[in-house]
């Protein structure tokens, strides 16, 4: 996948639409920041979901470790929801990489508003510490896994 891809057959991104709240504006008339990561969760949680099974992953425990935001465009409040691009980009021992785009829906126009690329660690709460995904785990982000996200310090390191 590259900067300007858009799902195809061969594309591993889930596509979801997010419907935007009138709380998720701010005196700019526009999304805020910190919003664009309450999007980037509902996407990531959509996602897993439909990966998983309802509770799935999720439920079996996981914490985020680092995430990743390139703020590509303002996105105006709207009642046309937006749309999220969500796959696995990277899969370590205890560890994943959800990738994820923000854009326009189909039919709606072209805008990118933001890429990122969260790590998530596998973590047994009852344990206290990380653990390893095991390979009913694995095998569904394997089907999931594309391209690490274009984000600005790749395309930089690049140049």
Same mark, same amino acid.
């Given at each position: 996948?590259?900067?300007?891809?858009?799902?195809t057959?061969?594309?591993?991104? /889930? =596509?979801v639409?997010?419907?935007?709240?009138?709380?998720?504006?701010d005196?700019?008339?526009?999304?805020?920041n910190?919003?664009?990561?309450? /999007?980037?969760?509902? *996407?990531?949680?959509?996602?897993?979901?439909?990966?998983?099974?309802?509770g799935g992953?999720l439920?079996?425990?996981?914490? =985020?470790?680092?995430?990743? =935001?390139?703020?590509?465009?303002q996105?105006?409040?709207?009642?046309?929801?937006?749309?999220?691009r =969500?796959?696995?980009s990277?899969?370590?021992?205890?560890?994943?990489?959800?990738?994820?785009?923000?854009r326009?829906?189909?039919?709606?126009?072209?805008?990118?508003?933001?890429?990122?690329?969260?790590?998530l660690?596998?973590?047994?709460a *009852?344990?206290?510490h990380?653990?390893?995904l095991?390979?009913?785990?694995? *095998?569904?982000?394997?089907?999931?896994?594309?391209?690490?996200?274009?984000?600005?310090?790749?395309?930089?390191a690049a140049?």
């Amino acid at each position: 996948m590259t900067a300007g891809d858009t799902p195809t057959s061969t594309d591993p991104a /889930l =596509v979801v639409e997010i419907p935007l709240r009138w709380s998720d504006m701010d005196a700019y008339g526009h999304v805020n920041n910190a919003t664009f990561v309450t /999007l980037l969760e509902q *996407a990531r949680i959509i996602a897993l979901d439909e990966w998983y099974g309802h509770g799935g992953l999720l439920d079996a425990g996981l914490v =985020v470790s680092n995430q990743e =935001v390139d703020y590509l465009a303002q996105l105006p409040y709207r009642t046309t929801p937006v749309a999220a691009r =969500v796959w696995c980009s990277h899969i370590g021992a205890s560890s994943f990489t959800m990738a994820c785009e923000l854009r326009d829906p189909e039919g709606y126009g072209d805008t990118r508003y933001c890429l990122a690329e969260t790590t998530l660690v596998r973590f047994d709460a *009852a344990a206290g510490h990380s653990r390893r995904l095991s390979e009913d785990e694995r *095998a569904v982000l394997e089907e999931q896994h594309g391209d690490p996200a274009p984000l600005h310090r790749r395309r930089k390191a690049a140049r």
